[in-house]
């Protein structure tokens, strides 16, 4: 059996992935390692084959003795050991949900439902270094594959929602925690008019006494149009990701343009993203509609009408889901090549931890 590490098991998309290779029985044909940088010589997670003990995450000899380490730890643990690791001469494979590697030549970007055959062909010629693709990327990707296949994208902007979670466990607990103290100043002035509650919630969440120590600003009553950092474009570094990424994976040959803005939004989980599609030409709207629906077992195309749209395409009816609903398919007033949609997929899932469990398989079941 190959050994297989795991480090950042503890945060959102590596608790994420435990379940799911838990629900898949994916661990009974691995030797399962589990790395922290905060847990080590506790007792690790009970699952199949795994030994008993929390390794050190930094511990080069113990991470060099697997066969394939993955990682969901993020980007700066991924900067600091992944050069270590390599220049020591470990030859294994390396799975990363960071985005640190992504844009390099050696790595490929994963994302199953859209590119397992190139994952396939990859894994034939040699390549070592997989990783996830950004989760909106990855979800909007899954949700036009079928327009994409058919060159029918000539660029498409997106305005993104993305939950709280997005950002972590300690962010998606600091939403919480905000709420929490909106609820308690709500219920002691709960005789007030609803102006008098507005001023006095607004007041709280712009004190210094309400928690934002990870946000650095309020998202409970409130949004963040800013993810990521500064780019010299003028995009924030996530909506920079959208363009580059979406094009490395689907290998195209001329880019696909695609820019909008992204926004944090106080949803706990699940990104949603409104999608402006000008089409490389004319096609009729349940053409469309048909390859969207058919292109992969994981979309679902949502009927453009209210009932259909509250009931299946929001974050609380998506969360946990691996289905991806995409809906408001319509044709738009800009003209006959323009269409509208909205997306809204389980970003920890699709968008972060079932690509990583995909290409774990292929990776196994090629050795
Ligand atoms: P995260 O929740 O912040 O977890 C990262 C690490 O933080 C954990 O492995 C854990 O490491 C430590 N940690 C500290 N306090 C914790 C707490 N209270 N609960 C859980 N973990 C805690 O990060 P993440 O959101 O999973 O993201 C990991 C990587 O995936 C990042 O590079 C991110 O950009 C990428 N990604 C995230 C998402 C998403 O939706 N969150 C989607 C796609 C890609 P130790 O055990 O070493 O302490």
Not at 16 to 45: C, Q, W
Not at 69 to 77: N, P
Not at 99 to 123: C, F, Y
Not at 289 to 301: F, G, M, T
Request: glycine fraction near 8%; charge should be neutral.
């Amino acid at each position: 059996m190959k050994k297989v590490g795991f480090i950042g098991w503890r945060g959102m998309v590596g608790s994420v992935l435990v379940e799911r290779m838990l629900s898949e029985n994916d661990f009974h044909s691995i030797e399962s390692y589990f790395f922290s940088t905060s847990v080590g010589g506790e007792k690790a997670p009970a699952v199949k084959n795994a030994y008993e003990k929390v390794l050190s995450s930094l511990d080069l000899k113990q991470l060099s003795q697997m066969d394939i380490l993955v990682s969901c730890q993020g980007g700066d643990y991924t900067l600091e050991m992944y050069p270590l690791l390599r220049s020591s001469g470990w030859k294994g494979y390396w799975i990363d949900a960071a985005s640190t590697l992504r844009m390099k030549e050696h790595a490929m970007i994963v994302l199953d439902p859209v590119n397992s055959d190139k994952i396939e062909q990859g894994i034939s010629q040699g390549v070592k270094d997989f990783v996830g693709g950004n989760c909106t990327v990855s979800l909007m990707l899954i949700a036009l594959h079928g327009l994409f296949k058919e060159n029918l994208v000539e660029w498409v902007s997106s305005m993104t929602y993305q939950a709280a979670s997005g950002a972590g466990a300690k962010n998606m607990l600091e939403l919480l925690n905000q709420m929490q103290s909106i609820g308690h100043l709500s219920a002691i002035h709960a005789s007030l008019g609803a102006l008098e509650i507005e001023k006095k919630a607004n007041t709280l969440i712009s004190s210094d006494q309400f928690p934002k120590e990870q946000f650095g600003h309020p998202l409970a009553l409130n949004l963040l149009p800013w993810i990521d950092s500064e780019w010299p474009t003028g995009q924030s570094k996530e909506e920079w990701k959208a363009q580059v990424e979406a094009n490395k994976i689907l290998q195209t040959k001329t880019p696909v343009p695609i820019d909008g803005t992204c926004v944090r939004v106080s949803a706990l989980r699940c990104h949603s993203q409104a999608l402006t599609i000008k089409l490389t030409k004319s096609a009729d709207l349940t053409t469309l509609e048909d390859l969207i629906r058919e292109a992969n077992p994981w979309v679902r195309l949502v009927a453009n009408h209210k009932a259909q749209t509250l009931d299946q395409l929001t974050p609380a009816a998506v969360s946990g889901k691996l289905q991806i609903p995409i809906g408001r398919v319509r044709k738009m007033t800009l003209g006959d090549q323009y269409l509208n949609a909205f997306t809204c997929g389980d970003q920890l899932l699709w968008g972060a931890a079932e690509p990583l469990r995909c290409v774990l398989k292929q990776i196994l079941n090629r050795s």
